[in-house]
């Protein structure tokens, strides 16, 4: 069985930044691919951001030049670095890990609040 647990959620400014954590511990596969969606009220899932165990990182459109993605394979730890925040950020945020991006969705961490507000 595989956990993944988040820190480092909250209220920020939008401009300001956040950075989110996501530790796995548990039967870790050799190789994997570890990530980061989000679920506001009344909108679509959205995979913002996802990183392989070879370090391959890609990210949505809505992210992509604001959102870092970086992982610590020795710690089976991925991190999201939040930057330029909005309010449209908004949402609870998601740690996933599966065997690869079709997989991604096998294992949920139990979600941590970001809010974008002044």
């Known amino acids: 069985q595989v956990q993944l647990v988040e820190s480092g959620g909250g209220l920020v400014q939008p401009g300001g930044s956040l950075r989110l954590s996501c530790a796995a511990s548990?039967?870790?596969?050799?190789?994997?691919?570890m990530g980061w969606s989000r679920q506001a009220p009344g909108k679509q899932r959205e995979l913002v951001a996802w990183?392989?165990?070879?370090?391959?990182?890609n990210y949505a459109d809505s992210v992509k030049g604001r959102f870092t993605i970086s992982g610590d394979n020795t710690k089976k730890t991925v991190y999201l670095q939040m930057d330029s925040l909005k309010p449209e950020d908004t949402a609870v945020y998601y740690c996933?890990?599966?065997?690869?991006?079709?997989?991604?969705?096998?294992?949920w961490g139990q979600g941590t609040q970001v809010t974008v507000s002044s």
């Open positions: 990183i392989t165990s070879g370090g391959r990182t």
């Open positions: 996933n890990l599966g065997f690869n991006l079709a997989k991604i969705y096998d294992y």
């Open positions: 548990g039967s870790i596969f050799s190789f994997y691919t």
